[in-house]
Each structure stands twice: as C-alpha cells, then as structure tokens.
T-cell receptor, first 118, second 111 residues
C-alpha cells in the first residue's frame, strides 16, 4: 500500500507569512508524529497524536506552531508568522501502535516538507 | 534532562565491519531504535531493542544494555550504499511514547 505522503514537498515563505503543511499517514495507523529536522541534525520531536487526540505537544517551539488531526487520519501542521529560524525539513511519521508493551513501534516516515523562510 | 550521544562522523572501508555507538539518558525507557537516513531522504527503520542483548538482522545487528544506557549498531560487509546517517532514537514511557532522536552519525564508506 501507499506510504506516508506529505505536501507540499518544498515551500518558500516570506517572513511573516502563515504556512500549512499536510501529512497523509498510512491508512489505519493510529499514531502520528511531527518532527522538525535542521540540516545535519536528527529529527526533533514536535507533537504526537493518537487518533484525533493530541497527547503530547511539548516539542512545539512556540505558540506560532499548531497541529491538528481532526478525523484521526490526515494531519496539518500550521506555522503562523513564519520566522527565518523556522526554516527546516518537517517530517511526519505514522505508526500502527496504540498501546504499550514489548512491541516494535516502528515509525514510517514521509519524505518531508522542506520549508525555507526568506 | 534527556540526552542521546553518538559520534558525529565515521569512515570505514567497503567490506569491513563498523560499530556505531550510542549512549542515552532519558526520562523513561520503552525501546531504542536505529534508523538509516540517506541525504535528502526520510529515515527508514533498521532495528529495535527493548530488552538487553543483541538483535541480528542480516548484515545489521543492534545491541542494548539498559543498565549502562548504551547501544551499538553493527554493520557487516559494508557496501558503498551504506554511506548514510545513522540515527539512534529512544522511546519514552510517558503518555504519548515521545521518541527522542540523536543527532546522527554520518558514515562514509570508501572503496
């Protein structure tokens, strides 16, 4: 089946503009994660959804960042009043798990959206 | 605090064996992952350890010692296509199972 898809793949925004990044997870996957990855760094956790519930948003860097997953499938990460420091690749990942235990909760990553703020 | 340390870069020769180490200090532990990431691409899953010991999968093996907060990824019979970044990641056990990634180790495989 199809993997995780993200759109747009590339986005150039002028400083101060609002942007919306979309993630289509693998069908049926309960868990959805957003990460921010700067060049040469590992992914930094932003937020996590279990179905439509946002269980952890501790990684969102400011109140300009907002994420939603209203029907438990597609998710949108919105950044308001973009700043140059927001330039990064935004990765979305999904996972089939919704419970604890000794299971392999591999995350399946999308190709990312490269955001450049000028 | 939460911290994951791994070497920034390593170089190895085609056909050789390389070991990439990872040490971690996290609040809660519910599994350690290794991912491979080629430049400009998304990370892809390599291995998962939640109990102490060695997990082997083809040319790749991963080891975990929870008491030492230590893991390594072992790559055998290196191929040029193994040149990539290798990310160590730890999943916590608080609500949401937040996953913390290290900065990655860039592996260069030379002929």
């Amino acid at each position: 089946g199809a993997g995780v898809s993200q759109s747009p793949r590339y986005k150039v925004a002028k400083r101060g503009q609002d942007v919306a990044l979309r993630c289509d997870p693998i069908s049926g996957h309960v868990s959805l994660f957003w990460y921010q990855q700067a060049l040469g760094q590992g992914p930094e956790f932003l937020t996590y959804f279990q179905n439509e519930a946002q269980l952890d948003k501790s990684g969102l860097p400011s109140d300009r960042f907002f994420a939603e997953r209203p029907e438990g499938s597609v998710s949108t990460l919105k950044i308001q009043r973009t700043q140059q420091e927001d330039s990064a690749v935004y990765l979305c990942a999904s996972s089939p798990s919704d419970s604890g235990g000794l299971y392999n909760y591999e995350q399946y990553f999308g190709p990312g959206t490269r955001l450049t703020v000028t | 605090g939460q911290n994951i340390d791994q070497p920034t870069e390593m170089t190895a020769t085609e056909g050789a064996i390389v070991q990439i180490n990872c040490t971690y200090q996290t609040s809660g532990f519910n599994g350690l992952f290794w991912y491979q990431q080629h430049a400009g691409e998304a990370p892809t899953f390599l291995s998962y350890n939640v109990l102490d010991g060695l997990e082997e999968k083809g040319r790749f093996s991963s080891f975990l010692s929870r008491s030492k907060g230590y893991s390594y990824l072992l790559l055998k019979e290196l191929q040029m296509k193994d040149s990539a970044s290798y990310l160590c990641a730890v999943r916590g056990n608080t609500g949401g199972f937040k996953t913390i990634f290290g900065a990655g180790t860039r592996l260069f495989v030379k002929a």
